[in-house]
């Protein structure tokens, strides 16, 4: 392995290092969002005061017209139910209070803990829980604020799978929420219904779907859930985004919205009207929640979003929706032909492409023929491999000849120890690499062709949904990391317990750099980085930054790196002869030396440029 090489390496460490740490807040972002936190703590605190004064106010007035003699006529109260509809994808509870989608199970899966550590194998997973969600409009009705949010519904009709729900804000005028299951689907139909009310009684532009959700926890470490957790959302006609999936984060929408989505790592809920959301007033928003908070060690994040139902009027208008609740499954979501599967993060350009049309096609096929998740990996593996196995033999070769004329170039070093002579030892080095056929760059750019897969399947493993929950040999799920020890304590940067495919990886990691070793050059200028102390770091970093990660990513480098170590070792022996490339190297520079070339205009230049700095020295 030459010096280029291992500039090449070390780049893919340093993109690897920053893929982990792009995300990660700055202090100002910290600052904003526990001061964005301290304003949702008091505007809280002031909506239970005012609650708890307009409570001591109605008692007041009671006690007043008791005093008085008046006859207090008494409210009847109605109690609110929560009513279920079941489909064989879901089962969604919904509050009659509000009219609210207060709980959603998807009952073919289970959480981590349900499914791992609960004796209770019973329950089916949820999405989030009663009182974390709700969605309910917001208008003004005769010019005064209006909420269906605390409103009593009562039920119209209701079958397994369908219930309409009804309320009056005043009489003879009503507000219906009908909820709808579809069969073999994760959707929900969402239909919202105007009656009674006059066009001026209501803007019909301005009535307002206030969605808010706090996601459960559903595997097995939170942190890396929260990791990718966001609102992610698509406007008319352009390719998706997303909030920040790190800081607290929100955006006033610019353009009409085709669908707006909470996403958590596995799962999403996604709410897509027929006919699009309204730009006007309309918004997303997501918040982490600080330690201390009832939610921060259950819930992932906080979302919310704010939108327009665009309604063309309210004297009987209708507003459509369809919320998706269920995996983020790259071919369920396809299936949708709404871009859902954009929300899947497979990384960006370039990497984004790989993942698509080759790496997820690949395990498509092998997956579907029933085999093992962890054979299927080792199937991608092996064919990525053969793929690069013409990349790794120019890259041997090019090492091999580096290592040939490595004595050369220490003697052209020692010729030239003087920083004033460093233009006529480029010179020299050029003509010795022209002369022998070798290059500096031989090495280099085969790694950076190498690179985008590398990267594309360090998004693509993580976030696989297939890979969820599926053992292999000690990994009891291949989307979390593998532990072969837990202990209590907690080490910074590294974690509570020890994955054993992050070791195996970081071994054959540190096997294949001693076997290159060999190839390096020492750094010849003083204060220049020793490159063997950089080769040999940089497995013993990977135990840190991979401890944490997806078992599945790991086994693969695991077993990529070991392959990569076979190939090599295969090349050298069986295929590369470095006597005889020496020989036809040697050759091949006599050849050059009977019949010299013609000098390219760049060796040219570099000799004016020479002559030039010689001129200058002199006259100095």
Request: proline share 4%; hydrophobic share 40%.
């Amino acid at each position: 392995m030459d010096k280029n090489q291992v500039i090449g390496f070390s780049l893919l460490g340093v993109l690897i290092v920053a893929f982990m740490y792009l995300n990660k807040p700055s202090e100002a972002e910290l600052k904003a969002k526990e001061a964005q936190h301290k304003k949702e703590l008091a505007r809280e605190q002031v909506a239970a005061e005012k609650q708890a004064d307009q409570q001591k106010a109605e008692k007041q007035k009671t006690v007043i017209a008791q005093k008085a003699g008046k006859k207090i006529v008494s409210t009847p109260i109605i109690e609110d139910e929560i009513i279920s509809l079941e489909s064989n994808k879901l089962k969604v509870d919904i509050h009659t209070k509000g009219g609210n989608v207060s709980q959603v199970n998807l009952k073919e899966f289970k959480s981590y803990f349900q499914k791992y550590v609960s004796k209770d194998k019973k329950n089916s997973l949820a999405l989030f829980k009663e009182k974390d969600s709700k969605n309910s409009l917001k208008f003004k009705l005769n010019g005064k604020e209006y909420s269906t949010e605390n409103e009593h519904f009562d039920i119209v009709s209701k079958t397994k799978k369908s219930i309409v729900l009804e309320t009056s804000p005043e009489e003879g005028k009503t507000i219906q929420f009908i909820y709808t299951l579809l069969p073999n689907h994760f959707d929900l139909d969402f239909e919202v219904r105007f009656n009674g009310f006059k066009g001026s009684e209501i803007s019909a532009n301005s009535v307002m779907l206030d969605w808010t959700s706090s996601l459960a926890k559903t595997e097995r470490l939170l942190s890396e859930q929260r990791r990718v957790s966001t609102v992610c959302f698509k406007y008319k006609g352009e390719e998706y985004d997303y909030l920040s999936e790190v800081s607290d984060d929100e955006e006033k929408m610019e353009q009409d919205i085709e669908w707006v989505a909470f996403k958590q790592s596995y799962f999403s809920s996604i709410l897509k009207p027929i006919s699009g959301f309204s730009k006007e007033n309309s918004e997303v928003k997501i918040t982490n929640f600080k330690e201390g908070h009832p939610n921060y060690h259950t819930n992932i994040k906080k979302y919310t979003a704010a939108l327009n139902l665009a309604l063309t009027n309210t004297s009987n208008g209708t507003a459509r929706m369809n919320w998706y609740f269920g995996p983020n499954d790259y071919e369920i979501l396809k299936s949708y032909d709404s871009n859902y599967e954009d929300i899947i993060n497979y990384g960006w350009g370039l990497f984004r492409w790989i993942n698509i049309y080759a790496i997820q096609p690949m395990f498509n096929t092998f997956a579907g023929w029933g085999i093992g998740l962890g054979i299927v990996i080792l199937l991608i593996t092996i064919i990525l491999k053969l793929f690069l196995t013409p990349i790794q033999w120019k890259m041997y070769v090019s090492s091999a000849k580096m290592k040939i004329l490595k004595p050369e170039i220490d003697a052209l070093n020692a010729k030239y120890p003087n920083k004033e002579d460093a233009m006529k030892k480029q010179m020299d080095m050029m003509a010795l690499y022209r002369e022998s056929g070798a290059s500096p760059l031989a090495g280099c750019i085969p790694m950076l062709i190498q690179m985008p897969i590398l990267l594309a399947i360090f998004r693509f493993f993580p976030a696989a949904f297939e890979l969820r929950q599926k053992p292999f040999l000690w990994a009891e799920d291949l989307s979390s990391y593998d532990s072969i020890y837990d202990f209590s304590t907690y080490l910074p940067l590294y974690g509570n317990h020890v994955s054993l495919f992050t070791l195996l990886m970081s071994v054959t990691t540190l096997v294949y750099t001693y076997i290159n070793s060999s190839n390096v050059t020492q750094p010849q200028q003083p204060g220049m980085p020793n490159m063997k102390v950089i080769m040999y770091i940089f497995p013993f970093m990977m135990i840190f930054f991979f401890n944490n990660y997806s078992s599945g990513l790991s086994y693969y480098y695991f077993i990529s790196t070991l392959i990569s170590i076979i190939i090599m070792l295969a090349i050298k022996q069986f295929f590369v002869d470095e006597d005889k490339l020496k020989q036809k190297m040697n050759a091949k520079k006599m050849a050059a030396s009977a019949s010299p070339k013609k000098k390219s205009g760049f060796q040219e230049r570099l000799e004016q440029m020479q002559k030039a700095q010689q001129e200058r020295l002199k006259k100095k």
